[in-house]
């Protein structure tokens, strides 16, 4: 089974890796930079949603590997609370695309007020903590949930729920 992943960040890769290595026997893995075709920091639930179906749909047109997924992180505002949400996607080869989404989490006003100015949330986990490159590893979710859950954790739970989707979908169910 050939499984395509359509970013190179180090989370969301182990995420699926970890993910289908559970449910799947020989798998092999091959990652692709494709774009999301929307902003680099979306700003809605529906954005965030359409850059992972984007990102699954443009893995499938490079990869044509069995299961093609796209994941992607974006943030939304409610009540003048900011929220990052996440989204997954995958694309298989008949053209199905199948998507859901994952955690969403609060973001601290000092955080929220720099991605209203223009900024990406990536570099600036990155000067709130002092540390390099968060995204590919606690990211966002881990410093503020206490590192209870990490990005990687985050997005297994997403890629989880797309393989079982996907079984359903093999079932005719959905
Ligand atoms: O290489 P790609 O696949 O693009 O991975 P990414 O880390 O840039 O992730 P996204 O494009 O899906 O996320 C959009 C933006 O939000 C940032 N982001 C999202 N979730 C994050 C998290 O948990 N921690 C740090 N940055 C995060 C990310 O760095 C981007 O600036
Ligand atoms: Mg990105």
């Not at 992972?52 to 590997?65: D, E, S």
């Not at 990052?84 to 008949?94: K, M, S, T």
Request: with cysteine; glycine share 10%.
């Amino acid at each position: 089974m050939k499984i395509a992943i359509g970013t190179r960040n180090k989370a969301k890769t182990a995420a699926i890796v970890n993910v289908v290595k559970k449910h799947f026997e020989d798998v092999s893995f091959e990652q692709f930079s494709v774009g999301s075709n929307v902003s680099e920091q979306p700003f809605s639930n529906e954005e965030t949603r359409q850059g992972a179906i984007n990102r699954a749909l443009n893995t499938l047109k490079v990869a044509n590997a069995d299961l093609n997924f796209g994941l992607e992180g974006g943030v939304y505002e409610v009540d003048g609370l900011m929220y990052c949400c996440n989204w997954g996607a995958v694309a298989l080869q008949d053209g199905t695309v199948l998507s859901c989404a994952g955690a969403q989490f609060v973001l601290p006003e000092e955080i929220a007020i720099e991605l209203r100015a223009g900024k990406e949330l990536g570099p600036v986990m990155d000067e709130y903590t002092k540390e390099k490159e968060t995204r590919h590893h606690s990211g966002a979710i881990g410093v503020f949930t206490a590192g209870l859950i990490n990005r990687t954790e985050m997005f297994e739970h997403i890629v989880k729920l797309l393989i079982g989707q996907y079984l359903c979908y093999k079932e005719n169910i959905l």
